[in-house]
């Protein structure tokens, strides 16, 4: 019993340490993009063809702390990926380590794509149809705490959702979730992603189409490399059953 408890502090403590870690990294991020907003800020408007305004001496700031923490964001994800790792280190063999420390880069690389598809391809898509819906009826000018606030919406969804087959590969090489159990849900998958799709886009059919259409793939995707990674798992286990026979 108390060596039970002893094994539970022992957790809780190393839990606390990545988590102090990951929070540490956070507001390091977070330091870097508030020091380096402007340039930020000038980059993500330099296609606007208005100047963005503001309503009040508050939103300057919290336009600052949107991009800051987009950055940090961006920023603290693989030290996350990489504290999971190393928090649930010692119960995976070696092979196990070694294959799973691998996605610690590309839940980075997945996450930036992400944003990348967001923002260059569904981003300026949709605000072309919104402002062309608008026509000679509205003149366009935009708040700067409303701009980015759509951005955001636009492309941090695609940033997290992108990262959906690392995480399948990952739960599959933990044993946790199988390419067949991912196959018989895949219509409540689909029904799921149509609705994340509707919500995080504009009103219109053409933009549900265009957001439904790369999450559906990248399900389809994340099937296909579980199988892969599901069938190396069986292929080491049923090597090492005969070795050791």
Same mark, same amino acid.
């Given at each position: 019993m ?11 403590? +190393?839990?606390?340490?990545? @988590?102090?870690?990951t929070?540490?990294a956070?507001?390091?991020?977070f330091?870097?993009?508030f020091v380096? *907003? +402007?340039?930020? #800020? ?5 296609d606007?063809d208005?100047? @963005?305004?503001v309503?009040?001496p =508050?939103?300057?700031i919290?336009v ?7 950055i940090?964001?961006?920023? !603290? $994800?693989?030290? &996350?990926?990489?504290?999971i790792?190393?928090f649930v280190k ?10 799973s420390? =691998?996605? *610690? ?6 996450f930036?794509i992400? @944003?990348c ?13 919104l402002?062309? &819906?608008?026509?000679e009826m ?7 705490d409303?701009?980015f606030?759509?951005v &955001?919406?636009? !492309?941090l969804?695609?940033?997290? &959702?992108?990262?959906l087959p690392?995480? $399948?590969?990952f739960?599959t090489?933990l044993?946790?979730? /199988? ?6 849900i895949?219509?409540?998958? #689909?029904? *799921?992603?149509v609705?994340? =799709?509707v *919500? ?7 933009s549900?189409?265009l ?5 559906l793939?990248? #399900?389809?995707?994340s099937? /296909?490399l579980?199988k ?9 286990? +049923? /090597? =090492?059953?005969e070795a050791?026979?």
């Amino acid at each position: 019993m108390e060596e039970k408890e002893l094994n539970l502090v022992e957790h809780l403590d +190393e839990l606390r340490k990545r @988590l102090i870690i990951t929070a540490s990294a956070f507001i390091l991020f977070f330091i870097a993009g508030f020091v380096f *907003v +402007e340039d930020i #800020y000038k980059w993500l408007v330099r296609d606007l063809d208005v100047k @963005l305004i503001v309503l009040g001496p =508050s939103d300057i700031i919290w336009v600052y702390f949107m991009l800051a923490t987009v950055i940090a964001v961006a920023g !603290t $994800i693989p030290v &996350l990926a990489l504290q999971i790792w190393l928090f649930v280190k010692p119960a995976l063999t070696a092979a196990e380590r070694k294959i799973s420390l =691998s996605y *610690v880069p590309a839940l980075f690389i997945l996450f930036i794509i992400g @944003l990348c598809f967001g923002y260059f391809v569904i981003f300026p898509t949709v605000l072309s149809f919104l402002v062309e &819906l608008g026509g000679e009826m509205f003149e366009a000018n935009f708040t700067a705490d409303k701009y980015f606030r759509f951005v &955001l919406n636009m !492309t941090l969804p695609f940033g997290v &959702l992108f990262e959906l087959p690392v995480v $399948i590969m990952f739960l599959t090489s933990l044993g946790i979730i /199988n390419p067949y159990v991912l196959t018989k849900i895949r219509k409540y998958a #689909y029904f *799921v992603l149509v609705v994340i =799709s509707v *919500v995080i886009s504009p009103p219109d059919f053409m933009s549900d189409i265009l957001v439904t259409i790369p999450l559906l793939l990248l #399900y389809e995707i994340s099937i /296909n490399l579980s199988k892969i990674v599901y069938k190396r798992k069986l292929k080491k286990a +049923e /090597n =090492s059953g005969e070795a050791s026979s």
